[in-house]
């Protein structure tokens, strides 16, 4: 029965956090994504003028697998494409003899300038791994029957080192309960009810929750648009700035904490974590950590909000559940 506990590091302002991954020979730092189901890496096949800097994966080690390929377009338009291979993967100690490694023939821009990553590794559910002609396993899905609990959790932190484990929960991690909420895979996504929220000005009532979905590989918190309206208005100089494509607030402000409403319990985002980033480097204006979820279809429950909570993402049970628990 395997167990397994691997670092997640935050890169600059906690855009994304990065975990070493060993496939094959190499070792590669890989963002882990509960938002996507394809574990795909910079490769000796990525053009050298997209690959530049980061770490490479020789499929000389693995197994082609003959006619497969695969191309993924995230939510912020960035993609990948490439053909794939089986090889051995180990995170944490845990090991997949055989795992789809989706090597990159083509990024685009966003993954060639983020020199730290070296590519993504899904967590999302395998139904929407986009291996044609034949979908194939995530690597928790691969694993998950040598685990000892069909598991992983989450715990990321604000500008400093988190974790994710896998086959188990680590108690140390949180404190009081864990309060459970029901899965829907209909989408592929660890997707929950949220059931309200409060905070900030006029306090949107905890009576609106909504659909969302955990994504460790979305830096903010995207939610209903009357709710962000509704917590910025009572942040001074905050405003919805249409040319930076979402709200901003001055870099010395420190907004009030945000309230979710999960299971019947309430988890706080901190203030601190909502004045997310200067615009570009030096400037005054930040931009928020809260945004609105219009055209998304649901709530996503990025970053800004997973390094406020330990997350527990459990399959091992009749149907897929989430947890949460305060850090
Ligand atoms: C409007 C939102 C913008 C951000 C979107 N998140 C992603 O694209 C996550 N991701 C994965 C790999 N690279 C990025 C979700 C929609």
């Not at 530049?52 to 695969?70: C, I």
């Not at 338009?77 to 490439?82: D, L, V």
Request: net charge negative; aromatic share 12%; hydrophobic share 35%.
């Amino acid at each position: 029965c395997q167990t397994g506990e691997v670092a997640a590091d935050p890169q600059l302002y906690d855009q994304s956090y990065l975990s070493p991954v060993t496939i094959g020979n190499s070792e590669l730092m890989l963002d882990f994504d509960t938002g996507s189901a394809d574990l795909w890496c910079f490769s000796t096949e990525s053009p050298a003028v997209q690959s530049a800097g980061h770490g490479l994966y020789n499929p000389s080690t693995g197994t082609e697998l003959d006619g497969a390929f695969w191309d993924i377009t995230y939510g912020d338009q960035s993609a990948a494409s490439g053909n794939v291979f089986a090889d051995k993967v180990v995170v944490g100690g845990v090991t997949a003899t055989k795992q789809a490694i989706e090597a990159a023939t083509s990024v685009s821009y966003e993954f060639t300038e983020d020199v730290a990553s070296d590519g993504l590794l899904g967590l999302a559910f395998s139904s929407i791994n986009t291996i044609l002609p034949q979908p194939q396993t995530t690597f928790f899905d691969t694993v998950r029957n040598t685990l000892a609990k069909a598991v992983f959790t989450v715990d990321l932190k604000k500008g400093a080192a988190g974790s994710y484990t896998f086959g188990y929960i680590d108690s140390s991690k949180y404190s009081g309960a864990i309060t459970y909420v029901p899965v829907n895979t209909a989408n592929g996504f660890w997707q929950f009810t949220a059931d309200g929220y409060s905070g900030g000005g006029n306090n949107a009532s905890t009576g609106r929750g909504g659909v969302a979905i955990a994504d460790t590989g979305t830096s903010l918190l995207y939610l209903p648009a009357s709710v962000a309206k509704g917590y910025y208005s009572g942040v001074q100089g905050a405003s919805f700035d249409f040319r930076q494509g979402g709200y901003t607030l001055p870099c010395s402000a420190t907004p009030p904490d945000f309230n979710v409403a999960i299971g019947g319990k309430t988890f706080t985002v901190p203030g601190s974590y909502i004045n997310y980033a200067p615009l570009r480097a030096g400037s005054s204006t930040c931009f928020g950590g809260i945004q609105a979820d219009s055209g998304i279809g649901f709530s996503i429950f990025g970053d800004v909000f997973l390094k406020a909570v330990y997350a527990i993402f459990d399959d091992s049970g009749s149907s897929p559940k989430l947890g949460f628990a305060a850090q």
